[in-house]
C-alpha cells in the first residue's frame, strides 16, 4: 500500500481534525513529502480515494477478505498429512442406527444434521471424525476462504460472485468435504469471524479475517459436548443454519458470506439438555446406547487395541472395506436426484407427524428425504414402507412434545404410530 502512494508515506491514524471527518471504513494516510493528485482507482478489490492537501491522503477501503494463498495451502496440506490417524468407520462395531444417520447426511446434506445422544464411552465422537476418511470430494474456487460453488451462486462469497458475473474464469480445484470440530471454549470472534489485525498493521487494510462458520462452508461442523455450549454460541449457530449465511458486523466492517454446512453434535444427557429451538435444527436424532453383548464389548476391546499399537497397519487392514463405502455414498449422491417417493407414502407420512402432534413441517420434510437417500444408499430409485420405517423414528423422535408422566420412549411412540397408519 506504501508503494502507491510513495516510498516515504507512512500509515497511521489522523492526529489531527479534519474539514470533514472520515467515515468508519476510512484510514488517513500522512505522507511526509507531497505528492501528486490522484483519482479514484482500485488496487486488488480495495476502493481507494486519495485528494492532495498538506499531503493528506483519505484512502476508504471497502470490506474485503483474506485470501488462502499457496503457502496456506501447503502449510494445510502438510497439517492434514501430520494428523494423527483416524480410526476407520467402517472398523467401529455396532451403533449401526447412529452410523446410518451420518452416512445419510453425507449423501443429502440437505436433510440437516444429526444430533447423537447417548452415554459416555459409547464412541460418539469416535464415529463421527472417523467420517473424514469417507467424505466425497467437492469443486470450489481456488484460495476462496469461503469454499465457494463455481456453479451455485446461493453457496459463493461475494467477491467470486462479483468475478463470476463479470464474466471471468476462475481457478477451480476438487478438494475434500471440511469437516470442522467446534470446541466448547471457542470465541464468537473465532466462530464467525474477526479482523485481520496483521493486515489492518501492516497494510493498513481493513481486512476479514473468517472464523470457523466460513471454514465450515459445504462442509460439516462437528459439536461435541453440545449440550455444554455457551448460550452465545448456540443463538449463532441457531442462525446460521436457519439462513445459511453468517453476517458479521466489527468495527466497520459489515459482511456477510454462505455458511451452509451439516451441523453434527454430541452429548450425554446426564449433563444437561439441549434447548428445544437447537434440538429442532437437527435433521435427525440418535440415541446411542452401551453394548451389553459380553462378545461384541471383547471384539470392541481388541480392535481398539489393536489401532492403538499400530494405526497404520490397522487402517490397511479395513482399506478395502472403506473404498466399497466410498464408492457405494458417492453412486448414492449422483443418483439421489433421480429417486422417488409416491405420493400415497408422502401422505402417510404426513399423517404420522399430524397425529404426533409434531409441531412444524421440518419433521415431515426430513422424512421425505431421509427416506430417499436410504432409497439411493441401497441402489434403488423408489422409496419403499421399508425404507421410511428405518428412518422415522429418528426424524421425529425429538421433535415430539415431552411429557414428564411418559415412561414409552419418544422412538417408540413413532414406531406404533407409524405401523398404526401404514398398516
Not at 268 to 286: C, K, T, Y
Not at 329 to 345: M, N, T, W
Request: charged share 25%; hydrophobic share 35%.
Amino acid at each position: 500500500m506504501a508503494g502507491l502512494l510513495g516510498t516515504s508515506s507512512t500509515a497511521i491514524l489522523a492526529s489531527r481534525p479534519l474539514s470533514s471527518p472520515p467515515s468508519k471504513s476510512t484510514l488517513t494516510f500522512l505522507s511526509s513529502t507531497p505528492g501528486p493528485s490522484y483519482g479514484r482507482k482500485f488496487y486488488g478489490g480495495i476502493g481507494i480515494s486519495a485528494k492532495k492537501g498538506r499531503s493528506q491522503f483519505h484512502v476508504a477501503v471497502t470490506s474485503v477478505a483474506t485470501e488462502i494463498g499457496p503457502a496456506d495451502q501447503a502449510r494445510k496440506l502438510a497439517s492434514k498429512e501430520s494428523q494423527r490417524p483416524v480410526y476407520p468407520f467402517s472398523a467401529i462395531v455396532g451403533q449401526d442406527e447412529m452410523k446410518l444417520c451420518l452416512l445419510l447426511n453425507v449423501i443429502d446434506p440437505k436433510i440437516g444434521g444429526v444430533m447423537i445422544m447417548g452415554d459416555r464411552g459409547t464412541g460418539k465422537s469416535t464415529t463421527v471424525r472417523s467420517l473424514v476418511d469417507l467424505l466425497p470430494e467437492i469443486q470450489v474456487v481456488t484460495g476462496d476462504p469461503f469454499n465457494s460453488d463455481p456453479d451455485d451462486p446461493e453457496s459463493m462469497g461475494a467477491e467470486v460472485r462479483e468475478s463470476i458475473m463479470k464474466g471471468e474464469n476462475l481457478p477451480v480445484m476438487k478438494t475434500k468435504i471440511n469437516m470442522v470440530d467446534l470446541p466448547l471454549g471457542a470465541t464468537e470472534d473465532r466462530v464467525c469471524g474477526t479482523i485481520d489485525i496483521e493486515k489492518a498493521l501492516t497494510e493498513g487494510v481493513k481486512a476479514f479475517e473468517p472464523g470457523l462458520l466460513a471454514k465450515a462452508n459445504r462442509g460439516i461442523l462437528y459439536v461435541d459436548e453440545v449440550n455444554l455450549l455457551d448460550d452465545h454460541l448456540v443463538d449463532v449457530l441457531l442462525d446460521s443454519a436457519a439462513s445459511g449465511w453468517n453476517t458479521v458486523e466489527r468495527e466497520g466492517i459489515s459482511i456477510s458470506h454462505p455458511a451452509r454446512f451439516i451441523l453434527i453434535g454430541s452429548g450425554n444427557p446426564e449433563e444437561g439438555e439441549l434447548r428445544p429451538q437447537l434440538l429442532d435444527r437437527f435433521g435427525m436424532h440418535a440415541q446411542v446406547g452401551t453394548v451389553r453383548d459380553a462378545e461384541l464389548r471383547v471384539k470392541i476391546v481388541e480392535e481398539r487395541a489393536r489401532f492403538d499399537r499400530n494405526p497404520k497397519e490397522f487402517r490397511e487392514t479395513y482399506l478395502a472395506e472403506q473404498e466399497k463405502l466410498q464408492q457405494q455414498i458417492g453412486s448414492a449422491r449422483s443418483s439421489l436426484p433421480c429417486v422417488e417417493i409416491d405420493r400415497d407414502l408422502r401422505v402417510k407420512i404426513s399423517r404420522v407427524c399430524a397425529e404426533l402432534n409434531v409441531d412444524g413441517l421440518r419433521g415431515d420434510i426430513v422424512t421425505n428425504r431421509a427416506a430417499k437417500a436410504v432409497a439411493a444408499l441401497k441402489g434403488r430409485n423408489k422409496v419403499t414402507p421399508e425404507d421410511i420405517a428405518t428412518v422415522i423414528p429418528n426424524c421425529l423422535r425429538h421433535r415430539l412434545r415431552k411429557d414428564p408422566l411418559e415412561s414409552i420412549d419418544s422412538g417408540l411412540q413413532v414406531i406404533e404410530k407409524f405401523y398404526e397408519v401404514f398398516s
